[in-house]
Every structure is written in structure tokens, then in C-alpha cells.
T-cell receptor, first 114, second 110 residues
Framework: NAGVTQTPKFQVLKTGQSMTLQCAQD?????MYWYRQDPGMGLRLIYY???????DKGEVPNGYNVSRLNKREFSLRLESAAPSQTSVYFC?????????????FGEGSWLTVV | QKEVEQDPGPLSVPEGAIVSLNCTYS??????FMWYRQYSRKGPELLMY????GNKEDGRFTAQVDKSSKYISLFIRDSQPSDSATYLC??????????FGPGTRLSVLP
């Protein structure tokens, strides 16, 4: 039972390099999210996708782009990495229905920009 | 004022103690309340989920929601070293937006 799967788990980038974080969920959820988590800041929403074909900015979108490739996959791209983007990134997906509203997370991607 | 406040800790307790973790919030429209446990170098894991006010119990864990006071709590009975983690509260009005507390680090000492 995989849930939400992220790759890579660890990455070191040089300033100015680009990279894409991949995320896939197997729970047939409509909504998917990318968060970053920094010490003392908690989880901050970067982008989310309410459904296949739509994406919206969250609290901290600058420096990032996203692609909702299909219902299962939602990728996060750093076009020109900066040291301020050193963080832990979590992909998540939502199940919401008449019976409830919960969000499930992947295991995280640790990114260091030097 | 932040939308969700949570005591950041760290909180250290002896094994077997009862632990109380708390969050306060300002948005009266929140209806769904969650607690997540996050071990070091891992993603947040859904621990408890509650809709509206009331209590919910699952083994050693009890979640309480008091919407009139805008206050939620997670109680851990007979705490174990394996409960050592960061605990995040989360809330939602029912759509796609979730608000998270900053987390409380808990250490349960053998």
C-alpha cells in the first residue's frame, strides 16, 4: 500500500541548477499538494492542484513551477535553485467526501542548495 | 495572530505519563481537525481525525475538539518511548485548504 511516493529522497544542488521533484499517489485522490517544511516555520503550501488539469499558487510559490501530469502525478520544478530553497519538501494528496476531509503525505525530499 | 497556534515544546515526559498536546485557532469555520505524528526524517502520518466538536478515542490516543473555545487537544495515555516525535495539528473548513500548526516536539524518556 504505497500511498504517496516522492523521488528523490535526498538531493544536493548548486545555486542556479534546476531539478524536478516527482510525486505519485495511488489513492485515486483528486487534489494534490506541495509543501515545504522549515524549522520554526511549519508546513507552508507552495502549490496545489484541485484536480487534473488545474494548479494554483499557495503561500510561497516564488521560484517554483508545478505540473499535474495526470490524476496520479504532480511534479515540482525548481528552475534556478537558490540557497533559500534548501528545505524538506512534502507532496500530499487529499481525500474529501461527505464523510470527511483528510490529507496524506509522502515521506519527504531533502533538498540542499549550495 | 496566527491562524493556528501550538506550543512548540520541546516537551519531555517520563515513560507512562499522560501527555496533553494542544492547539488553538481563530477561524470558526474549521470543521475538520487532524493530528499528525512526524518521526525524524519522515513525513507526517495521520494519527487522529475528528469532525466538529467532541471526543474520539483510538487505543492510547484521545482527540478532543471544543469549537466554542476554538481549542483542540490530543491526549496520549501510558506514553511510550516510541511516541517520541513531533505532533502537528491540522484543520480544514472542508475544502482543499488545510492549515497546520508548527508542531510540538515530544520526547518520552525510558
Amino acid at each position: 500500500n504505497a500511498g504517496v511516493t516522492q523521488t528523490p529522497k535526498f538531493q544536493v544542488l548548486k545555486t542556479g541548477q534546476s531539478m524536478t521533484l516527482q510525486c505519485a499517489q495511488d489513492m485515486n485522490h483528486n487534489s494534490m499538494y506541495w509543501y515545504r517544511q522549515d524549522p520554526g516555520m511549519g508546513l507552508r503550501l507552495i502549490y496545489y492542484s484541485a484536480s487534473e488539469g488545474t494548479t494554483d499558487k499557495g503561500e510561497v510559490p516564488n521560484g517554483y513551477n508545478v505540473s499535474r501530469l495526470n490524476k496520479r502525478e504532480f511534479s515540482l520544478r525548481l528552475e534556478s535553485a537558490a540557497p533559500s530553497q534548501t528545505s524538506v519538501y512534502f507532496c500530499a494528496s487529499t481525500e474529501y467526501a461527505n464523510s470527511g476531509n483528510t490529507i496524506y503525505f509522502g515521506e519527504g525530499s531533502w533538498l540542499t542548495v549550495v | 495572530q496566527k491562524e493556528v497556534e501550538q506550543d512548540p515544546g520541546p516537551l519531555s515526559v517520563p515513560e507512562g505519563a499522560i501527555v496533553s498536546l494542544n492547539c488553538t485557532y481563530s477561524n470558526s469555520a474549521f470543521q475538520y481537525f487532524m493530528w499528525y505524528r512526524q518521526y525524524s526524517r519522515k513525513g507526517p502520518e495521520l494519527l487522529m481525525y475528528t469532525y466538529s466538536s467532541g471526543n474520539k478515542e483510538d487505543g492510547r490516543f484521545t482527540a478532543q475538539v471544543d469549537k466554542s473555545s476554538k481549542y483542540i487537544s490530543l491526549f496520549i495515555r501510558d506514553s511510550q518511548p516510541s511516541d517520541s516525535a513531533t505532533y502537528l495539528c491540522a484543520m480544514s473548513e472542508g475544502g482543499q485548504n488545510f492549515v497546520f500548526g508548527p508542531g510540538t516536539r515530544l520526547s518520552v524518556l525510558p
